[in-house]
């Protein structure tokens, strides 16, 4: 990227914004298992480790994606996402004609469209896979219904609350096509979603798992 007097790479922008932006949703997903997974798993007399793998799936997630692009971490400025182009031609100020004007730079808006139309397509597969997952759940919670029926068991209070948090993590998601209009922003906000989405797939294999162990 560019660097000049009146544009320049933030220093270590990879960290800022393409790191930290997808570790800042497992804060939450820390205090959900300080706060419900874990306790549960200590008082679980038939729960195998394997609870606690599940649990762990969104950080391994991020661990792998971060070893296979280790630029994130060793990069001294922002990374442009992959297929984006800069949309921002800088005008050489020595041999800009328009000086008074103080045009510093023009904006290719058929790029910036180009990169719009791209983040909607990552919104919409984003989108899709929140609704089938919650789709899933709605079909497992009715096989649960069926099933609890004839073995005459409930669900307690812990396997409710772990419902309710793939619900939240599920309807978080299918919003996701509301921001598409922010261009690198919104990229960030993928970013976010894309976090949010392993911790739904964490919290519903929790909800499997518990329910039909």
Known sequence: ????????????????????????????????????????????????PLFLVIILIPFLSIGIEFILNKQLFLGDKTSVPTLWSYCLTLIDQDKNKDKDKNILATW???????????????????????????????????????????RHIRMNSSQIIFVVITVLFGSIGITTRSFTAGYYWSMLVMMFMSTIFNMNISAFLIVIYTLFN
């Not at 790479?9 to 300080?34: H, M, Q, R, S």
């Not at 798993?41 to 038939?46: I, L, S």
């Open 108 to 150: 290719n808006y058929k790029c910036g469209r180009n990169q719009v139309e791209s983040i909607r397509g990552i919104a919409s597969q984003l989108q899709t896979k929140f609704y089938y997952l919650n789709m899933s759940l709605f079909l497992l919670i009715l096989i649960f219904n069926n099933f609890s029926k004839t």
């Open 1 to 48: 990227m560019f660097n000049t007097k009146y544009f320049h790479n933030i220093e270590y922008g990879d960290i800022y914004f393409n790191v930290l932006i997808k570790i800042a949703p497992l804060t939450f997903w820390l205090y959900l298992i300080y706060k419900y997974y874990y306790p549960y798993y200590k008082k679980c007399t038939m729960c195998s």
